[in-house]
């Protein structure tokens, strides 16, 4: 079943355009029904219609209520809200019996309208321009009048009700409830809410006699039972001491069954209730103190159909997959591994100041390492005055940077091989 809502005005394909360009809302075109229709599946003969709409376009109306007729599916529709207008052309292709709506909807029927009456553009409305302007208005009168009766005609037909009840209704132009418009055949029943509890009627002679036969049956066995009992030396049923059968499943609980040997059947009196698993695999089911069914175990040892081959191919498969995964973790812990020694190493390092980084930028530009060591080499072993440390108030040296440092070292070098 395909289910088509319709919840937007009925408007011209021109016009939806419109909308949806200048107000940002929707509306429903032959061209969305015929589109709809054409995409349903071949085999799927059903079309369940919901209907929320304020009505709209004559034109587009009717076209939407004749494809409907004419595509040979099974119409049903439902009222979800709000049916007025041209909706309720829409709702009446589908049979009496199949149309439906919900408790807290409405319905409108009224007659065709226009927005404003075409009387054309005049400058000046001259004797000649004013009777044009009324053989327009008598021909869009006509059209009113005949697209009135059209409307007419087919309320009539498809509801059954009184044409003169549908017309006064017509011109008022206002809200029935859904009880109405059941009451006026538009709709075949107004549906209950689903949370709501449904009352079951019996016809009372018939209930009577089968009650009265279950009295008289029970009766019967009852003497049965009185019977059998006094023969067997006691008075009621309650004083038969029963032997209990004790059954332990397999999660440890202990089953009470009132059997005196053998195995537990079904019908035995049992408790405590619920479904329990034995150790042979098979499940006994205990319900209001008896035991109503005995489930066996399964004893096919693949549960999805599966031969011996193809479990064998499929655990060696699952075993590929886990050493896959095993080798996979070890590597991924072998990386994290070192990214936490890389992580400790720099949290012992010092960072360099801006100073340093705009030092070593500049070096890296001018050649980097060997522009360095080139300028290092064609250095000076002498030290200009006053160019040496000097010391702070203190008295103690100038701390000294990694670059500095480094420069001094390479000099001192070089210097040691000179001598040499």
Not at 120 to 130: E, K, L, N, P, Q
Not at 277 to 290: K, L, N, P
Not at 403 to 410: D, T
Request: proline share 2%; glycine share 6%.
């Amino acid at each position: 079943m395909a289910i088509l809502k319709i919840y937007n005005d009925i408007v011209g394909e021109e016009d939806k355009v419109m909308l949806q360009m200048w107000e940002g809302i929707d509306g429903i075109c032959f061209k969305d029904i015929d589109s709809f229709l054409s995409n349903m599946k071949p085999d799927d003969d059903e079309v369940d219609i919901r209907i929320h709409c304020r009505g709209g376009d004559c034109v587009e109306g009717w076209a939407i209520y004749d494809k409907l007729r004419q595509s040979g599916k099974k119409i049903s529709c439902t009222v979800e809200g709000e049916c007025s207008s041209m909706a309720t052309i829409i709702l009446l292709a589908a049979p009496a019996e199949r149309r439906h709506a919900t408790h807290n909807s409405h319905f409108c029927i009224h007659n065709p309208a226009v927005a404003w009456p075409d009387l054309g553009a005049h400058d000046r409305y001259t004797a000649d321009a004013i009777e044009a302007c009324i053989k327009k208005l008598d021909l869009q009168l006509d059209l009113l009048r005949n697209g009135q009766k059209k409307i007419l005609s087919l309320y009539v037909e498809r509801t059954g009700a009184d044409e003169t009840e549908l017309q006064e209704l017509m011109d008022k132009d206002t809200f029935i409830d859904a009880d109405r418009a059941l009451e006026l055949g538009f709709i075949s029943e107004v549906l209950a809410p689903i949370t709501a509890k449904r009352i079951r009627t019996f016809n009372n002679i018939q209930t009577t006699r089968t009650m009265n036969k279950k009295k008289a049956k029970v009766s019967v066995e009852r003497g049965v039972i009185s019977r059998l009992l006094a023969k067997a030396g006691y008075k009621k049923l309650s004083d038969v001491k029963m032997n209990a059968l004790a059954v332990t499943a397999a999660d440890g609980t202990e089953l009470t069954i009132e059997r005196e040997e053998g195995e537990p059947q079904v019908g035995d009196a049992a408790s405590p209730d619920g479904e329990f698993v034995m150790e042979d695999g098979s499940t006994i089911v205990i319900a209001d103190g008896i035991v109503t069914d005995i489930i066996p175990a399964d004893d096919d040892v693949s549960a999805e159909g599966l031969d011996e081959n193809e479990l064998m191919e499929k655990v060696e498969e699952l075993q590929t997959e886990n050493d896959s995964l095993t080798e996979e973790v070890e590597t991924l812990t072998q990386e994290k591994e070192e990214l936490e020694a890389q992580l400790e190493a720099l949290k012992g390092a010092r960072v360099l100041s801006s100073n340093e980084k705009v030092i070593l930028a500049k070096v890296n530009r001018a050649g980097g390492l060997a522009w360095l060591n080139k300028v290092c080499a064609l250095s000076s072993q002498e030290t200009p005055a006053g160019r040496g440390f000097r010391e702070n108030r203190n008295g103690c040296s100038a701390q000294e940077t990694p670059v500095q440092k480094a420069l001094r070292e390479k000099k001192e070098a070089i210097a040691n091989k000179r001598k040499k």
